[in-house]
């Protein structure tokens, strides 16, 4: 078993930045091969994912609405995931959840508790 823990979110005003952070016990991030993703979840809408990164870190994926500005990475040593946002929006308020996806899994897996990342206009 996997377990994550978010940390990072907070109040912000539009324009800056948060780094999310994503702490994996349990198995291991590299032992176990799982890609991870940030996926989010605003008021009123259906939870999407905003990004995704490769077990190896060598592949990643991010929706149109945060490209160029939100950066995914991992660092496997440290079983952590991260999500650093930049240009930071009123409508990228929503909770934040880590999640992983075991070997030949189509889904998620594994999730977090999500952190509450708010972005005052």
């Known amino acids: 078993q996997v377990q994550l823990v978010e940390s990072g979110g907070g109040l912000v005003q539009a324009g800056g930045s948060l780094r999310l952070s994503c702490a994996a016990s349990?198995?291991?991030?590299?032992?176990?091969?799982?890609?991870m993703g940030w996926l989010r979840q605003g008021p009123g809408k259906e939870r999407e994912c905003v990004a995704a990164?490769?077990?190896?870190?060598?592949?990643?994926y991010y929706a149109d609405s945060v490209k160029r500005r939100f950066t995914i990475t991992r660092d496997n040593a440290k079983n952590t995931l991260y999500l650093q946002m930049n240009s930071l929006k009123a409508e990228d308020t929503a909770v934040y959840y880590c999640?992983?996806?075991?070997?030949?899994?189509?889904?998620?897996?594994?999730w977090g508790q999500g952190t509450q990342v708010t972005v005052s206009s």
């Open positions: 990164i490769s077990w190896s870190g060598g592949s990643t």
């Open positions: 349990g198995r291991t991030f590299s032992s176990y091969a799982m890609a």
């Open positions: 999640a992983g996806q075991a070997p030949r899994s189509k889904a998620y897996d594994y």
